[in-house]
């Protein structure tokens, strides 16, 4: 999901035209009024240096002047200054309290990832002005990040309500039911807010994102439907025809790559780059970071000396992070999110290196002909062309690199030897992803073997709506609630040592487990997928291919049960794989970085190479 968070800061109307009138030629050549208004201009055009001059100017003469202290603090925000920022709209607050003043105290506090106080603001807000609209969408943004869905989705229906063509808040709210689980009402949601807003390229991208949970979607479909996302923001953008860098082979200086994310953290692509970005060889590749947002962590600070520059775009427009990274002379750029959060797909639509690449965060087809290629391998990409506008280019391996996790976790015994011979499946990851279909195959699962449990933990199983709804799509294929154990989210270290509870995983289907097949080969449990028919559903079989597990790929449904059934009767064998699945895993391509960042240089310099030829067709 692409999640565009909160309406944004406001500025008062009092500000454009301030109580405080006294002209004070002698130290101020404006009025209060004018310097505020001036200001105002300056902070709405991103000039914050201006706006802030000013608006100190004011306060230097009147230290009490609430106005100026709320706008210098709105600055201050701009420009990621969170606890000045706090500190100057708190202080006016203390003076004059007023609903603005906290909702954007409220906003500062969500930048600031403070959602439990950005959500007390915005209900001062709300207390003081029942009727703000962006309060209640915002509140709800708070309440999500806080894991209170339900009340989140009660705050969005609310603002819908106040204003019904708020497409943010319908946004917001198919953001929140897709954490519920809620698919079909996600999608009519996306739905509502792309008709209210044809130009709001957010959902039109989170819609594209969850299409890829439904069984029904077809490859056409959904590639029709991101052939018009890319229409829509096309007519925002004035991609460039040439670029800064010179058309040359990279042999005299290393080929310049650039990856926008918002995901260089702990996430999937951060535990998938982490490892290769260490083996890139500086001679022949040169790293620069384009992240989305301004949220690090222990990994980012890993893999930050990796790069050659490090240069946030959050905040910035389509237009100006797209100038920039033109203005760097990116000879390749990666998209790594497609329609993932915090994606930034249409600046790419500016086209503003001469090379574009969608990799590693998304499965799919971008919709963007701007973007050149598609980067896979033969099992992800098998004779897929016709579902993608963008060309392929296949790694020899895997198209990703697993990154061994720094928790220390040893592998555990196989827990079936401990339970009398009773086999724990096991699925950790998204609800979203067991659809209807899934679980129906595995309630068949559990009643052809009578002592088998099922063992799913996901973070939507904190909730206790979602909770209590799990056991009643298991209950109607007649699973008793002691047959499943559930589980909700746990930190890292934890989350990997639940699998000594688990002998073999499950993975669903057409949305598979990726980081979670990897991480339940690491921690020695095998996995069990069905082979799929795109991109995206090919992605467990790619990961099973790399480990050398390809017999625990099923062509169907029935073989999928009749494997299940047959590898959980055979513990001897499983005991065996276990202990050694962690070292197979480990000296398989999945995890051999030094091998994969050799892959990934000759396929850049490779695309480099073809975007010579083409340039040499053009010049004849």
């Not at 082979?531 to 625990?552: K, Q, V």
Request: one cysteine or more.
């Amino acid at each position: 999901m692409n999640d565009s968070g909160n309406q944004g800061l406001s500025v008062s109307e009092s500000a454009r035209a301030s109580g405080h009138l006294t002209p004070t030629p002698q130290t101020l050549d404006l009025t209060f009024a004018e310097a505020l208004v001036q200001g105002l201009a300056h902070y709405e055009a991103n000039r914050l240096v201006e706006a802030e001059t000013l608006f100190r100017r004011v306060l230097a003469i009147d230290p009490n002047h609430t106005d100026a202290m709320h706008l210098l603090g709105l600055v201050a925000h701009q420009a990621g200054r969170y606890a000045e920022a706090s500190e100057l709209i708190m202080s006016a607050i203390t003076q004059k309290p007023q609903a603005l003043y906290y909702f954007n105290l409220g906003n500062v506090m969500q930048s600031n990832n403070r959602p439990a106080a950005a959500a007390e603001c915005f209900r001062q807000a709300i207390a003081m002005e029942p009727d703000h609209i962006d309060a209640h969408n915002n509140l709800g943004n708070a309440l999500r990040l806080l894991k209170k869905h339900e009340a989140a989705v009660q705050s969005f229906c609310n603002a819908i309500n106040l204003a019904p063509e708020h497409a943010q808040a319908y946004n917001n709210l198919a953001n929140t039911l897709m954490e519920l689980g809620e698919l079909d009402a996600a999608i009519e949601a996306y739905r509502s807010a792309i008709a209210l807003r044809p130009d709001f390229a957010e959902p039109h991208s989170n819609l594209l994102f969850a299409l890829n949970y439904l069984a029904s979607t077809t490859p056409q479909q959904y590639l029709d439907e991101a052939r018009r996302f890319a229409a829509q923001i096309s007519t925002q953008a004035k991609p460039w025809k040439t670029w800064l860098v010179d058309d040359a082979p990279r042999t005299a200086r290393p080929l310049r790559v650039g990856i926008v994310s918002g995901d260089l953290k702990k996430h999937p692509v951060g535990y998938f780059i982490e490892s290769v970005v260490a083996e890139l060889d500086p001679a022949r590749i040169e790293l620069i970071a384009y992240p989305t947002r301004t949220l690090e962590d222990d990994l980012t600070a890993r893999i930050k000396p990796r790069f050659s520059a490090w240069t946030s775009i959050a905040g910035m427009s389509d237009e100006a992070a797209a100038q920039r990274i033109r203005d760097d002379r990116i000879d390749v750029l990666l998209d790594g999110s497609g329609h993932t959060v915090y994606n930034r797909l249409p600046l790419f639509a500016w086209k503003p290196a001469p090379v574009q690449v969608s990799w590693p965060g998304f499965f799919a087809s971008t919709g963007l002909d701007t973007i050149d290629y598609v980067l896979g391998d033969r099992h992800v990409l098998p004779v897929e062309e016709a579902h993608f506008v963008e060309k392929l280019w296949r790694l020899p391996d895997s198209y990703l690199c697993f990154t061994p996790p720094h928790d220390d976790v040893k592998v555990g015994p196989l827990p079936m030897l401990a339970n009398g011979g009773a086999v724990t499946f096991g699925c950790f990851g998204q609800l979203a992803k067991i659809t209807d279909h899934v679980v129906a195959l595995w309630s068949r699962l559990l009643h052809a073997m009578p002592h088998a449990k099922l063992f799913l933990k996901a973070e939507q199983l904190d909730t206790s709506h979602v909770h209590e709804a799990t056991l009643g799509r298991f209950a109607a294929h007649r699973i008793d609630a002691s047959r499943l154990i559930l589980e909700g989210r746990s930190p890292r270290a934890e989350y990997l040592a639940a699998y000594h509870r688990v002998d073999i995983a499950l993975s669903p289907f057409p949305y598979p487990g990726g980081t979670t097949t990897a991480e339940a080969l690491w921690m020695g449990v095998p996995v069990l997928c069905r082979r799929g028919n795109r991109f995206l559903s090919h992605i467990c079989e790619s990961f099973l291919h790399s480990a050398g597990l390809d017999t625990w790929i099923a062509a169907d449904e029935e073989d999928y049960l009749a494997r299940a059934i047959a590898f959980a009767a055979d513990s001897a064998s499983l005991a065996t794989l276990r202990a050694g699945l962690r070292e197979q895993v480990v000296a398989s391509p999945l995890c051999d970085a030094p091998r994969f960042a050799r892959n990934l240089e000759a396929a850049l310099h490779g695309m480099w190479a073809q975007h010579l030829i083409a340039v040499m067709e053009v010049a004849e």
